[in-house]
């Protein structure tokens, strides 16, 4: 069974900094790209950063500059946020494309979400 988990969330003041953490566990063949989106209370889930495993990156407009999405193993990835503002408050949740050993197809896997609260 495969799952996401991730760790870094918390409360943090406008400008400051925090970093996300997801890694993938259980029987997996290949990840072929891993980010994060968020979802804000009464809006919906939103793309902030992607990796593929070759390393190519791609950011919302609102995380570029700011934010950067990193792996330093095929089964983790990290976000690193700078100069969080207010309305970067919402949950974050960790995302992979990947394959299971013997379904023989990709699909898509979500962590349960980690809260980021940014105070004004």
């Known amino acids: 069974q495969v799952q996401l988990a991730e760790s870094g969330g918390g409360l943090v003041q406008a400008g400051g900094s925090l970093r996300l953490s997801c890694a993938a566990s259980?029987?997996?063949?290949?990840?072929?790209?891993m980010g994060w989106y968020r979802q804000a209370p009464g809006k919906q889930r939103e793309l902030v950063a992607t990796?593929?495993?070759?390393?190519?990156t791609n950011y919302a407009d609102s995380a570029k500059g700011r934010f950067t999405i990193s792996r330093d193993n095929p089964k983790n990835v990290d976000l690193q946020m700078n100069s969080l503002k207010p309305e970067d408050t919402a949950v974050y949740f960790c995302?992979?494309?990947?394959?299971?050993?013997?379904?023989?197809?990709?699909?898509?896997?979500w962590g349960q979400g980690t809260q980021v609260t940014v105070s004004a």
């Open positions: 990796i593929t495993y070759g390393g190519s």
């Open positions: 259980g029987s997996i063949f290949s990840i072929n790209l």
């Open positions: 995302h992979a494309k990947l394959m299971p050993i013997g379904l023989g197809y990709v699909s898509d896997y």
